[in-house]
C-alpha cells in the first residue's frame, strides 16, 4: 500500500506564502503524475497544479504566476510553493500521486489527507 503524507498548511495573512509538502511511502515502483487539488466550503474539489514524471506542469488559471508545483522523485514528494496568496485561495488542499506498486498491475491515484490553507484579508 502507499500513503501519503501533507505538510506545510497554515493560516496566512493576503499577499504571503505558504509551501505545501506532499511525501508518499510504501510498496512504490514507479511515480507518474503528482498534483494538487482543492476544495472551498460549497464547491468542488478543482485541480490546483500537475507535474508529469518528465517535468511538466499545468496549472489551474487563477493560480498562473502565483503558483509553483515542483517534485523531487527520490523523496517521492511534490512541493506547491504559494505566493501572493488571496482570500480566495481558502480551501482544504489535497495531494494526489499516481502510482505504480507491482509490474503487474497499472498505477492507481492515492490521495493526501488534506490540508488546510487559510488566508485572512
Known amino acids: 500500500q502507499v500513503q501519503l503524507v501533507e505538510s506545510g498548511g497554515g493560516l496566512v495573512q493576503a499577499g504571503g506564502s505558504l509551501r505545501l509538502s506532499c511525501a508518499a511511502s510504501?510498496?512504490?515502483?514507479?511515480?507518474?503524475?503528482m498534483g494538487w487539488y482543492r476544495q472551498a466550503p460549497g464547491k468542488q474539489r478543482e485541480l490546483v497544479a500537475g507535474i508529469t514524471s518528465g517535468g511538466a506542469t499545468n496549472y489551474a488559471d487563477s493560480v498562473k504566476g502565483r503558483f509553483t508545483v515542483s517534485r523531487d522523485n527520490a523523496r517521492y514528494t511534490v512541493y506547491l510553493q504559494m505566493n501572493s496568496l488571496q482570500p480566495e485561495d481558502t480551501a482544504v488542499y489535497y495531494c494526489?500521486?499516481?502510482?505504480?506498486?507491482?509490474?503487474?498491475?497499472?498505477?492507481?491515484?492515492?490521495w493526501g489527507q488534506g490540508t488546510q490553507v487559510t488566508v485572512s484579508s
Open positions: 494526489n500521486q499516481r502510482v505504480k506498486t507491482s509490474p503487474f498491475r497499472p498505477p492507481a491515484d492515492y
Open positions: 510504501g510498496s512504490i515502483v514507479r511515480i507518474d503524475t
